[in-house]
């Protein structure tokens, strides 16, 4: 057994309606020990409505090295970006 | 209901000032020396939000000082330009940083005697009382939750921590009567519901420390002679070190500011 606690991914959530936000990871030897970091770390300045903490090990992730076979297909599909209609002002987090 | 002094009222307040206000100054020792970056930050926002509500209670007390005595002190004035035996902070709070236990420990049992005192105050007939316990109540909810789990953490970790943690009780538990103890002229403020009456939170703390110290696997300490005087000014060695480290700046050079 590692003698260092594990790392977590932190996502806090700034207001109701809105996905929660990768903001960066910390160590904490579990899951509430997590939170409470994450709370004193990352949220000083009254930034959020909740937390979610993710072992770091439990993401899958693609390599950037994989970014061309991914991504770069949709970039001749321009009928899939959505930038052809007006927005009102009014709405935002759209 | 009686007349309340404002004297009395002003004891009262330096009394809840000033035990935040030196447990921040230990507090802040640890910037830059926590076990973890995490803790490292966790200990010096503790910090912080007991130095905010010294201030407020310094506020407040001041504006009382001018009452009776014409021209109250401010904050500066109370935190900076106070000798050791004016200080009315509890002797539990001035103890040293000790080891991370050492410090977990002290925190623990202030903080799980400042979340009853709080909630008590928050009822209290002055209103601006009533209103800064209200607030610092919030904060204090969670300085407790976090100290409590570092007392279950370390108590019921490894032999060596279980140990250190267990000592560290040990050589703490006689500063917690006084927590307990009506200072002078407390009583009368007490019964006329300005401020909390201390004697009744002894049952409740005790209820809760004894859970706590249960869970840890510690035991908790037999009875000792419980060390006295903070509330009157009679300090233990250790607070003239905090007052020098604390006090240098504004003693050595008068009025400065930034």
Known sequence: MSSEWPLWEIFIRSQHGLAHKHVGSLHAADPAMAIKNARDVYTRRNEGVSIWAVRSSDIAASSPGDKEALFEPA??????H?????MPDEVKHL | MSPVSDRALFDALLRLADSPLVL???LGAWVGKGPILEEDLALTNVGLDLLGQARLWFAYAG????RYAGEGRDEDQLAYLRDGNAFRNLLLVEQPNGNFADTMARQFLFDAWHELALSELARSRDARIAEIAAKSAKEVAYHVERSADWVIRLGDGTPESHAKMQAAIEALWMYTGEMFVAGANESSLAEAGIVADVRALATPWRKHV????????LAVPADVHMQNGGKEGVHTEHLGYVLAEMQFLQRAYPNALW
């Open chain 1, 75 to 80: 970039n001749s599909k321009v009928y899939r």
């Open chain 1, 82 to 86: 959505p930038t052809f209609f007006p």
């Open chain 2, 24 to 26: 921040a100054q230990r």
């Open chain 2, 63 to 66: 504006e009382v000082e001018a």
């Open chain 2, 210 to 217: 004894g859970a706590v110290l249960a869970e840890a696997t």
